[in-house]
C-alpha cells in the first residue's frame, strides 16, 4: 500500500513531488470527458519515468496477436486504444536553459485532481543548475461540456533573474505505445500546419484507417496584457510548434492559455476534419479558459447533482467513493452507444481500452442508478449491435445454429484476447449478458426492451449454453466442461459452479421471455421465429432437462457449493497465514504454484450467490462467505465489492466495511502495486454497488425499491442519490434517522427495513 495522497473529501491531492510514484500520480490524477482521456504528465518536458498518454475513445488500432503457437479460433489481433497525438505539450526554457523537473531542483510542489470540476492544478518553484528559479502555476481539463476540447492555463512568474523566458506551445504527434509488440509505430501522417499560434497535426491509423485531427491555438500575456508578438514556428516530423520569447524580470508572470480541438473520423468525415478543427479552435479561443472552465463547472455540478455520495465522519471514505463516481463519470457519459468502458477507462494502456464483461457486471448498476435510462440501454445495445459477430465468434469455436459466445475482449464484436484459457474457457461472460438484461428490464421497467432486442441475444446465448453443455454419463447429469470462471487462478477445470450455474439461469430466463412475447407480443414473435430459425418445442426441451438434471459439485458436509470439481483435494490454508512477502501472489509466484493453491483472485462461486441472494437462504449465504473469503486474496479490483456487498447481507458490519475500503481506495492506496499502468475504472462501479446495495441494502424485487440499510461505526451520516423509474430519490442516514425525499414529480412505492411506504412527489418521510 502507499499512502502518499492526503486525504481529502473533493480533491486528490499530492505534496511534494514523490518522483517514484510518478506513474501512479499520473494514472490517479488523469482527466477525462467520455471521448477522451489525459494521463497527468506534465505540460512541460520531463526526462524522468513517466507514461505518456493521450487517448481517444474508439479510435483503436488491431495489433498482431504473438502466440507461442496457434489454435483453431485463435482471434488474429488484439485490439487497443492507441497512445494518441499529445496536446498538452508547452516546452519552456530561461535563456536557454531548458526546465525539467527530473534535473532541476524542486524548492515546493503540489498538484491536485479537483473532483467537482474535473481541474487537474500544479505549482511548483523549480530552481535550475545556473541558480534561475521559476514559480509555475498549471491548470487544465477536458470539457463535458465541449467534448472536443481540452484547455491549459500555465503561468511562470521568474522569481530572481532578468532574461529571455522562451515557450514552445506544440502538438507531437510521433507518439508510442509502450505495449506494442513489435516497437511499432501505429500512426501515418496526412497533413501537418502551422501558423501564428494556430496549428494542426492531422494522423492515420494504420490498418482501420481512422483519422484524427489534432489541433491548438494559443494566447500568450504579461503581467495579465495580451502580447502581440508574432511565434516562431517549429515545424517536424508529425510535429508542429509556435515558439514565443519574452523579456523578463523579477516578479515578471507570463501566461500562456492553449487550447486544444480532438476531432476524429468517429464523428466527422474525412473531408471535413481540417476544418471542424479550425471552427472548434476559434470557439475555444473566443470563449477563453475562464468562460470554458465555467461551462465545465456546470456541467459536472449537473452529474454530481444525480450521483454524488456523501459521508460525515470519515475522510478516507469519502474521497473514496468520490474519486470512484468521478473516474466513472468522466469515462462514460452514455451519449455514443458505439462506445464502452475499459478497466482501465482512458488512464493506461493496460487492457487497451477495450470491453470486458466487467460493464455488465460491474458498470450497468451504477449507470442504472444515477443517470437517465437510455445511458444504460446504450450498454446493452453496444452488445445487441455486436450479436452477428458473436454468433460468428461461436462458430469459429464449432457452435452452430446461431449460437453466440461474446468475446471476452472486444471493441467492434470480434474477439480479440489471446490467452487461450480465457479466450475459449471463460465462457460466463455470456451469463454476465444475459444478466445484464434481466438487470436492466427489473429496474426500468422496461419490458418493451424484450421485443425484439433482448431475446434475440437471450435466444442466441441460450443456443450456446445448450451446445456447450454435454451429458454425462457416468454422473447421470448435464455437466460443463473445460471452463475458467471469475477466479483466473483456476484455469480449464470442470463444472465451474458459476459458470454452470448462469448458464441454467440463462436458459430459464429466456424460457420466462418466450411466455411473455407469446402473451404480450405474439404476432412479432412469430416473426422472431421465422427469422431466428427457433424450434421451439426441440430446442426449450432440452432446456428444460438441463435445467432439471444440471450437475453441481458440492460438499455434503460442509453444505456448499464447491467452486468446481476437486477444490477439496488442494491444501486449504487460509490466505491470512500467508507470507506478507508473498503478497500478491500474482507478481511473486510462478503460474503453476498458483494454480495448485487454493488462493481466489476474485469471488466465483460468491459471484452467483451475490446475483442471486433470494435463491439462497441466510444460512446457506453464511456457510458459503465463512469458507471462501478466508482463501480469497482479492488481487482482482473486481472481488472486494462482492464479498462488502454479501457481509453487510449477514450483517458483518466491520468485514462490511474493511472490503468497502478495499474496493474505494483500491488505487488511491495502490493495494495490488499496479496502479501505475491506469486505474482500474469498471471496478470503480463495483464500489458504488458496495455502498448502496451493501450499507444502503438496496435492491429491486417485483418492481419495488428496497432498502435495509446501516450506517458504519464511526460515520456520522450518509446519504445517497438514485434515478428509478422516473423518480430521482435522496436516501439520508444517521444514527438515529432514516431519511427518503423525493426530488422528482413521479410518487412511488417503496420498501424500507421490511415496511411497504408511498413516498408522494416532492416529499420526503423520515423513520
Known amino acids: 500500500m502507499k499512502n502518499y495522497i492526503i486525504h481529502d473529501e473533493w480533491k486528490i491531492i499530492e505534496k511534494g513531488f514523490h518522483k517514484e510514484e510518478n506513474r501512479i500520480s499520473e494514472s490517479l490524477l488523469s482527466i477525462g470527458n467520455g471521448r477522451c482521456g489525459q494521463r497527468a504528465n506534465f505540460e512541460e518536458k520531463y526526462s524522468g519515468d513517466s507514461l505518456r498518454g493521450s487517448y481517444l475513445a474508439g479510435i483503436y488500432y488491431p495489433d498482431k496477436t504473438r502466440v507461442g503457437w496457434w489454435k483453431n479460433g485463435y482471434p488474429e489481433y488484439f485490439a487497443k486504444i492507441l497512445n494518441a497525438t499529445n496536446w498538452i505539450g508547452i516546452d519552456v526554457s530561461a535563456d536557454g536553459e531548458e526546465l525539467d523537473l527530473n534535473k532541476a531542483e524542486i524548492r515546493s510542489f503540489y498538484r491536485d485532481l479537483d473532483m467537482k470540476s474535473g481541474l487537474l492544478t ?298 487461450w484459457e480465457i479466450t475459449f474457457e471463460e465462457i460466463h461472460r455470456n451469463g454476465a449478458i444475459a444478466f445484464a438484461i434481466f438487470n436492466y428490464i427489473s429496474y426500468t421497467g422496461d419490458r418493451e426492451y424484450l421485443a425484439p432486442y433482448g431475446f434475440e441475444v437471450l435466444l442466441a446465448l441460450s443456443r450456446f449454453w445448450s451446445q456447450r453443455i454435454n451429458w454425462s454419463e457416468e454422473k447421470k447429469k448435464f455437466v460443463m466442461l473445460g471452463v475458467t470462471g471469475p477466479n483466473e487462478y483456476e484455469n480449464n477445470v470442470n463444472n465451474n459452479f458459476h459458470t454452470s450455474f448462469m448458464a441454467v439461469w440463462t436458459l430459464k430466463y429466456t424460457l420466462e421471455a418466450i411466455e411473455y412475447l407469446k402473451k404480450e407480443h405474439p404476432f412479432l414473435y412469430g416473426d422472431l421465429v421465422k427469422k431466428l430459425k427457433l424450434q421451439e418445442l426441440k430446442e426449450t426441451s432440452r432446456w428444460m432437462k438441463i435445467i432439471k438434471e444440471m450437475y453441481f459439485p458440492y460438499d455434503f458436509s460442509r453444505k456448499i457449493f464447491l467452486q468446481q470439481d476437486g477444490f477439496l483435494d488442494k491444501e486449504l490454508i487460509p490466505a491470512n497465514l500467508l507470507n506478507p512477502k508473498d503478497r500478491p501472489i500474482n507478481q511473486k509466484w510462478s503460474w503453476d504454484r498458483i494454480l495448485r493453491s487454493p488462493y481466489i483472485k476474485q469471488a466465483d462461486t460468491l459471484q452467483s450467490i451475490y446475483w442471486f441472494e433470494d435463491e439462497f437462504d441466510k444460512k446457506s449465504i453464511e456457510r458459503h462467505f465463512d469458507f471462501y473469503e478466508p482463501l480469497t486474496v482479492h488481487e482482482s479490483s473486481l472481488s472486494s465489492c462482492v464479498h462488502s456487498i454479501l457481509a453487510a447481507t449477514l450483517g458483518r458490519r466491520e468485514k462490511a466495511y474493511e472490503m468497502y475500503l478495499r474496493t474505494a481506495r483500491l488505487d488511491l492506496d495502490d493495494y495490488n502495486n499496479d496502479t501505475n499502468d491506469g486505474l482500474h475504472i469498471t471496478s470503480m462501479g463495483g464500489t458504488w454497488m458496495a455502498f448502496v446495495q451493501g450499507f444502503g441494502g438496496m435492491r429491486v424485487r417485483n418492481g419495488l425499491l428496497h432498502f435495509n440499510p446501516f450506517i458504519p461505526e464511526g460515520w456520522n451520516s450518509y446519504s445517497f442519490r438514485i434515478n428509478f423509474r422516473g423518480a430521482h430519490l435522496e436516501f439520508k442516514m444517521d444514527k438515529s434517522n432514516i431519511r427518503v425525499i423525493n426530488h422528482s414529480k413521479v410518487s412511488l412505492e417503496l420498501v424500507v427495513k421490511g415496511n411497504q411506504y408511498t413516498l408522494d412527489a416532492k416529499k420526503e418521510f423520515t423513520l
Open 122 to 419: 500544479r505549482r511548483f518553484v523549480a530552481q535550475m543548475a545556473s541558480g534561475k528559479q521559476l514559480e509555475v502555476h498549471a491548470r487544465r481539463f477536458l470539457s463535458i461540456a465541449d467534448q472536443e476540447i481540452g484547455a491549459i492555463s500555465y503561468s511562470v512568474k521568474a522569481l530572481n533573474f532578468s532574461g529571455e523566458l522562451s515557450f514552445l506551445p506544440h502538438i507531437d504527434g510521433l507518439v508510442v505505445n509502450e505495449d506494442s509488440n513489435y516497437d511499432e509505430n501505429f500512426w501515418i501522417g496526412i497533413s501537418q500546419k502551422i501558423k501564428g499560434s494556430t496549428g494542426h497535426v492531422c494522423l492515420e491509423t494504420k490498418k482501420t484507417a481512422f483519422q484524427v485531427c489534432t489541433g491548438m491555438d494559443f494566447k500568450a500575456t504579461i503581467n495579465g496584457e495580451l502580447m502581440t508578438t508574432v511565434p516562431l514556428p517549429v515545424e517536424k516530423e508529425k510535429y508542429v510548434g509556435a515558439e514565443v520569447k519574452i523579456q523578463v524580470k523579477p516578479g515578471d508572470e507570463v501566461c500562456i492559455e492553449k487550447f486544444a480541438a480532438l476531432i476524429s473520423t468517429l464523428y466527422h468525415p474525412k473531408n471535413k476534419l481540417q476544418e471542424v478543427t479550425e471552427k472548434t479552435l476559434k470557439r475555444a479561443s473566443d470563449k477563453g479558459f475562464a468562460r470554458l472552465f465555467s461551462e465545465q463547472e456546470k456541467a459536472w455540478n449537473k452529474r454530481w447533482e444525480t450521483s454524488d455520495i456523501r459521508i460525515e465522519g470519515d475522510v478516507a471514505a469519502q474521497q473514496g467513493i468520490r474519486f470512484n463516481i468521478f473516474q466513472l463519470n468522466q469515462t462514460y457519459l452514455g451519449d455514443d452507444e458505439r462506445l464502452n468502458i475499459g478497466p482501465k477507462g482512458f488512464t493506461g494502456e493496460k487492457y487497451g481500452g477495450v470491453t470486458y464483461w466487467d460493464t455488465e457486471a460491474y458498470c450497468l448498476p451504477f449507470t442504472l442508478g444515477t443517470a437517465p435510462h437510455m445511458v444504460s440501454k446504450n450498454l446493452l445495445l453496444y452488445r445487441y449491435k455486436h450479436l452477428q459477430k458473436a454468433i460468428e465468434n461461436a462458430e469459429k469455436l464449432g457452435f452452430t445454429d446461431g449460437a453466440a459466445l461474446y468475446p471476452m475482449v472486444t471493441i467492434n464484436g470480434e474477439e480479440c484476447h489471446n490467452e
